[in-house]
């Protein structure tokens, strides 16, 4: 049978245990939601940088096929991530809208040629093809 003095020391016991597995739950948890922050940021940061490669890829392909005159054509193998939503092709400009973690970005990047044409937004693998005619510069991608 347990003494009074016997009672204290139990309870002193349970309660440092509670009070090291809250403290561990509390540090695992603040762990946990700081690398979710990460690793959603590095994410929308390696979308961004892709999306920006192949803008820029773009429109060196489509002023060296300007500059080289027509029929010259080129076709650029690219991988176009999952959070691209549009892209526009207009004159002098190729603009991405990338929505991502509740972000917005909108990159575009301006060419000195006038540029016309459609690439699909979807994602995964794609043959984009360059191409001079008269006067612009042709870009389709399926």
């Not at 245990?17 to 403290?23: A, N, Q």
């Not at 029929?71 to 991502?100: C, H, N, W």
Request: hydrophobic fraction near 45%.
């Amino acid at each position: 049978m347990a003494t009074v003095a016997e009672i204290p020391k139990n309870a002193q016991v349970g309660m440092e245990y509670l009070m090291i597995v809250g403290f561990v739950t509390f540090i695992l948890t603040i762990a946990l939601v700081t690398s979710q922050f990460y690793s959603d940021y590095f994410k929308e940061q390696i979308t961004v940088n892709q999306v920006d490669r192949i803008g820029k890829e773009l429109i060196d392909t489509a002023e060296e096929v300007y500059f080289f005159g027509e029929p010259t054509r080129l076709t650029i193998r690219a991988y176009m991530p999952d959070d691209v939503s549009e892209i526009i092709i207009s004159d002098k400009l190729i603009a991405f809208t990338i929505q991502g973690g509740g972000n917005l970005f909108n990159i575009t990047h301006y060419s000195q040629v006038s540029l016309q044409g459609n690439i699909s937004s979807g994602q995964g693998l794609k043959d984009i093809k360059v191409a001079a005619a008269g006067g612009f510069v042709w870009i389709n991608g399926t």
